[in-house]
């Protein structure tokens, strides 16, 4: 598999997560069998079909410079900073089920080399101690597969409360007070490795080679991107 690298001089964009949702997309139609991982400023991004004033602290968001987007998948809402890091797989794979397959039992082996107990678990999720330290998703196109998920080494649980802010149904459906009692970071289980170290040590153990993404290759991906930031789209699920 391949690291999928930036051009040097180009963080600016890379500080925004849904840059890196339109290079998921164009990843899997030019460089299947490819992996980055990324991190951004606070962000919270939510599902295609989510109602972003239920889901979302809008007016905390704003009040605070925390990003909001929209991704075009389901599902619900995540919240990002730099503390949590963010890994996109990008296979050829045309099956769901194998893809993810392959990447949750990776992903748990590459905790289990760095000295943690980590296990899979049927719900997508990677566990520490009894406690989530990743969520992720995959859907398939017609090219391969897309798989995104989070790794949380240091991120601030405090404003990941205030910004998402789950239905109480959702919460006592599932005998949950708070979104903090079912994650953990990394850092709290005594790790010797540093946020950098982790980012480097998901790269080594996935990819053999890199890939050098070109600046008309970055020009696509900015295309792409236009998608996302459309303000029809983040508010409403849908494109002017």
Known sequence: MKWLRMPEGESDCGRRLVFWLALEEWAVINAPGSLFVWSVDPTVIFGRNQDMEAEVNVQYCREHSIQMYRRKSGGGCVYADDGNLMISYITSEPDVNRAFDTYLSSLASALKGMGLD?????????????RKVSGNACYATSTGCIVHGTMLYDT?????????????????????????QRVANLKEFGVDFSFD??????????????LLLSTSQLAGVLEIEKTYLDDNFIKYGRRN
């Open 118 to 130: 980590a296990v899979r678990t049927e719900h997508n999720d990677v566990l520490v101690g009894g």
């Open 156 to 180: 601030d649980f405090t404003e990941m409360e205030r910004a998402i802010t789950p239905s109480k149904e959702k919460l006592d459906s599932k005998g949950i007070k708070s979104v903090r």
């Open 197 to 210: 170290d982790l980012r480097s040590r998901v790269v080594d153990y996935f990819c053999n080679e890199s």
